[in-house]
């Protein structure tokens, strides 16, 4: 399991013109699964999202989590963050996960992250064509990877 997590101001998804998922202050993750992940890879990942401490406590330091900050979560699905570029220029994305194996470890995970942070989140929808909006704050953008535990 692969995670993007961009620390924003706002984010919101949209479906065909329609908000599907909209919030304030707190962390837009683009969650990307392949064949070989486990409800390990979830549990670990999910309690490292919602305990990353990269919100600025009073003395300006990356020191507070989005739980410690009643800050929001959208997950959306990315099957393409797990491209491969080494051969060509088309990337190939045979590493993914294939839907029937992917929807419910997207859905397991989506579960896991509203149960750590205490509230429910906000999700995009399994292989739609979504617009996805952010105002990075900061910049902060972190990658993790269930397979490399850093």
């Known amino acids: 399991m692969r995670i993007i997590i961009q620390r924003v101001s706002e984010a919101g998804v949209s479906i065909g013109g329609h ?9 837009l993750v ?9 409800i390990e890879d979830l549990e670990w990942m999910a309690a490292k999202l919602v305990n990353l401490r990269i919100f600025t406590d009073e003395n300006g330091l990356m020191n507070l989590s989005v739980k410690d900050t009643n800050g929001d979560i959208i997950i ?20 993914a996960a294939k839907p029937d194996v992917a929807i419910p470890l997207y859905e397991k995970f989506v579960f896991l992250v509203s149960k750590g942070l205490g509230k429910s ?3 995009g929808e399994f292989g739609a064509d979504m617009k996805v909006s952010l105002i990075n704050d900061g910049p902060v953008t972190i990658t993790i990877d269930s397979k490399n535990k850093e």
């Open 76 to 95: 959306v699905s990315q099957f393409t963050l797990y491209a491969q570029t080494k051969k060509g220029n088309r990337p190939s994305f045979i590493r």
């Open 30 to 38: 683009l969650a990307g699964f392949e064949e070989p992940d486990t």
């Open 121 to 123: 989140v906000g999700t």
């Open 19 to 27: 908000i599907k998922s909209a919030m304030g202050p707190g962390l």
